[in-house]
């Protein structure tokens, strides 16, 4: 219990990186830093694979929680978590769960605001970087997260993953 509740805190360290990369990335977006990109885009990208591989090891952990507690590995959320574990893990799981909840929105409503302007930019101007940009605000999905988080953030689901 302890390694998963420390991989959340790694996690939810990794997408806060995520968030200050597409808010750098809207911001270059906003002042029309063109030059600057290219660099920016990989940098969203490098964030959201980390966030990719993140869930991946997150997935591996609550297989094997699930089997412990002989339960299906869906019905692993974190909300599960955050009732049916004793303290302080409960608290814990809690916590990880409104921070998880409040990084998604932010995460959605800036790439959704970048990718709005680097479709602007990309209709005004020939220049490579507006594309790649919206390329990667569109990339930021997160939809397994949501799942892991449980049946009372559900209408995170109705949160635009699509650009």
């Keep these: 219990m302890d390694e998963l509740e420390m991989w959340l805190g790694y996690e ?10 597409l808010v750098v990335g809207r911001e270059l977006l906003a002042t029309g830093e063109v030059r600057f990109l290219g660099p920016a885009t ?12 993140a869930e991946l090891v997150r997935a591996v952990q609550l297989s094997r929680l699930a089997g412990e507690w002989e339960m299906p590995v869906e019905n692993m959320t974190l909300e599960t978590l955050s009732w049916a574990t004793p303290e302080p893990y409960r608290t814990l799981f809690e916590d990880h769960l409104t921070g998880f909840a409040s990084l ?8 959704a605001q970048a990718g709005r302007m680097a479709t602007r930019g990309a209709r005004r101007h020939a220049h490579a970087g507006y594309p790649a940009m919206l390329s990667a605000t569109v990339g930021v999905s997160l939809p397994s997260l949501t799942d892991f988080l449980g049946e009372r953030l559900r209408p995170l689901e109705a949160v635009s993953w699509e650009r």
């Design 42 to 53: 990989a940098e969203v990208q490098r964030a959201a694979s980390r966030v990719q591989e």
């Design 12 to 21: 939810r360290q990794l997408l806060d990186r995520l968030l200050f990369k």
């Design 104 to 111: 998604l929105i932010e995460i959605d409503a800036v790439a």
